[in-house]
């Protein structure tokens, strides 16, 4: 099983409001990521997880709050967003990042609109 | 820096017919993993297929297979008998095998090649 689940599918929300998306994967994966996509560009690495701590933080501004509560699940939460921060996010997940080469599986994203 | 580039923006192909998709990248690293993803209008991100760069062997997926030529810092794919549901955004991408630390363990993704299947 090489599931990850991403919930919701699509949100849509004000530049006030709080929101959070959800990801959960059960291949007993210990990292997690977070990417920001935008139409027709390649993913954008925003954070990683490792062993359920922030290991990577690609300068994301702090309206992007990740959590990490348990190895299956991660967290992105959102507040006072902008809306250039409308995009696809998806969340990954691999084997532990200190072996070399691991594979990285995507969820189906939750396409965000900020408005 | 390590880069990924892919020279095609668009590709088209006819149903049963074979496509190849071009990849390089430049590294100075010796040791790194090569990987092909595939996104569908779904907006999935699928692997297609992976590449440790200590193999010579290209690897194979059904009908995907890469021509991974180390010194010429080449990755292609090739998709033998294409079907209607190939149709997709190819991403190539790399990851060093360094022992993580940093951003040196993260995918760096080419731009992708959007790829079509006439039937």
């Known amino acids: 099983d090489t599931e990850v689940t991403q919930t919701p599918k699509h949100l849509v929300m004000g530049m006030t409001n709080k929101k959070s998306l959800k990801c959960e994967q059960h291949?007993?994966?210990?990292?997690m990521y977070w990417y920001k996509q935008k139409a027709k560009k390649p993913p954008e690495l925003m954070f990683v997880?490792?062993?359920?701590?922030?290991?990577i933080n690609e300068s994301v501004p702090s309206r992007f709050s990740p959590e990490c509560p348990n190895s299956s699940l991660l967290n992105l939460h959102l507040h006072a967003l902008q809306p250039e921060d409308s995009a696809l996010y998806l969340c990954a997940s691999s084997q532990v990042i200190t072996r070399t080469g691991e594979t990285q599986y995507f969820g189906p994203g939750t396409r965000l609109l900020v408005l | 820096a390590q880069t990924v580039t892919q020279s095609q923006p668009e590709m088209s192909v006819q149903e049963a017919e074979t496509v190849t998709l071009s990849c390089t990248y430049d590294?100075?690293?010796?040791?790194?993993?090569l990987f092909w993803y595939k996104q569908p209008p779904s907006r999935q991100m699928i692997l297609v297929i992976r590449q440790e760069a200590y193999k010579q062997q290209n690897a194979t997926e059904n009908r995907f297979s890469v021509n991974f030529q180390k010194a010429a810092k080449s990755f292609s794919l090739k998709i033998s008998d294409s079907q209607l549901g190939d149709a997709a955004m190819y991403f190539c991408?790399?990851?060093?095998?360094?022992?993580?630390?940093?951003?040196?363990?993260?995918?760096?993704f080419g731009k992708g090649t959007k790829l079509s299947v006439k039937p």
């Open positions: 991408a790399y990851r060093s095998a360094r022992r993580y630390g940093g951003s040196q363990g993260n995918l760096i």
């Open positions: 291949m007993g994966h210990r990292a």
């Open positions: 590294t100075s690293e010796s040791d790194y993993y």
């Open positions: 997880y490792s062993y359920e701590k922030l290991s």
